[in-house]
Nanobody, 123 residues
Framework: QVQLVESGGGSVQAGDSLRLSCAAS????????MGWFRQAPGKEREFVAA????????LYADSVKGRFTISRDNAKNTVYLQMNSLKPEDTAVYYC????????????????WGQGTQVTVSS
């Protein structure tokens, strides 16, 4: 059983940056592909980024390509989401998730979820 705890959210202005962290415990972190998802009020949860177990393969949603970067530190059992050039439409609760087999964009294929961290971007 893997426990995931996100941190790093907050309220920023458009154009600012934030770095989200997701600390994992209770499992072998390097065994899991990791993903970031977000959910805005009244909307479905959507894929943001994912990273393979080794970090050598990454996926991004078109809406964040070139602005967001996913990375991981297996020695620290942590996955990160660096978010630059933030826009008001990035406002959402951001969740990290873990799954055993390859990184994917589909939230229903992830087995473990964190509680989420709020990101609010004002114009």
């Amino acid at each position: 059983q893997v426990q995931l705890v996100e941190s790093g959210g907050g309220s920023v202005q458009a154009g600012d940056s934030l770095r989200l962290s997701c600390a994992a415990s209770g499992g072998i972190f390097s065994s899991y592909a990791m993903g970031w998802f977000r959910q805005a009020p009244g909307k479905e949860r959507e894929f943001v980024a994912a990273i393979s177990r080794s970090g050598g393969f990454k996926l991004y949603a078109d809406s964040v390509k070139g602005r967001f970067t996913i990375s991981r530190d297996n020695a620290k059992n942590t996955v990160y989401l660096q978010m630059n050039s933030l826009k008001p439409e990035d406002t959402a609760v951001y969740y990290c998730a873990a799954r055993i087999t390859p990184a994917t964009m589909r939230p229903n294929e992830y087995d473990y979820w964190g509680q989420g961290t709020q990101v609010t971007v004002s114009s």
